[in-house]
């Protein structure tokens, strides 16, 4: 039925087209992935840096555990090994172990636990030198579990006779 103007006596309606209704929906998932992404690189990049800072602090235990031992050339006899003048001859030597980053419960083997290897390289920079000079190297490697790549923590300290 008609009206004299030729209009439809209903009212017109306003409203949104499909097309901008499924630009909008597309607009905010956009924005939500990004969201989500950003707080999940946060989270990941959280995890790498507490790793880091156990594996640095791992590195560090193991030079200032070879800097802390007995070295005085000087001395008379000559002796290398424990409890002698040079406790601490140039060597390599490695230990593995548990990582120390926070987990639930007491972490052993069983766990889910992060394993560290530190290497500790103890050399003679120049060994005709006055005063002689020892390089303590101590490196820790891990891996990153969300990437599986190895990584390494690296400590170096310079160490003269009886210090």
């Known amino acids: ?31 939500f992935a990004g969201l989500i992404y950003g707080y999940v690189q946060a989270n990941r990049m959280a995890e790498w840096s507490s790793m880091s800072l156990a594996a640095q602090a791992y590195a560090a235990q193991g030079a200032e555990q070879a800097r802390a031992a007995d070295w005085r ?65 101590s490196e820790c490697h891990w891996i990153f579990p969300l990437t599986g790549l190895l990584q390494t923590n690296t400590v170096i300290l310079l160490r003269a006779a009886d210090q």
Request: glycine letters at 8%.
């Open 1 to 31: 039925m008609l009206t004299q103007s030729g209009l439809s006596p209903f009212k017109q309606v306003q409203g949104y087209a499909l097309g901008e209704v499924l630009l909008a929906f597309g607009v905010v998932s956009m924005v």
């Open 73 to 137: 050339p000087r001395d008379w006899p000559q002796t290398n090994g424990p409890g002698t003048m040079d406790e601490l001859p140039p060597t390599n030597y490695s230990q593995t172990d548990i990582m120390d980053i926070p987990l639930t419960g007491k972490p052993t083997n069983t766990d889910y636990s992060f394993w560290v290897t530190n290497v500790v390289t103890v050399s003679d920079v120049f060994p005709n030198h006055n005063p002689q000079l020892r390089q303590i190297r």
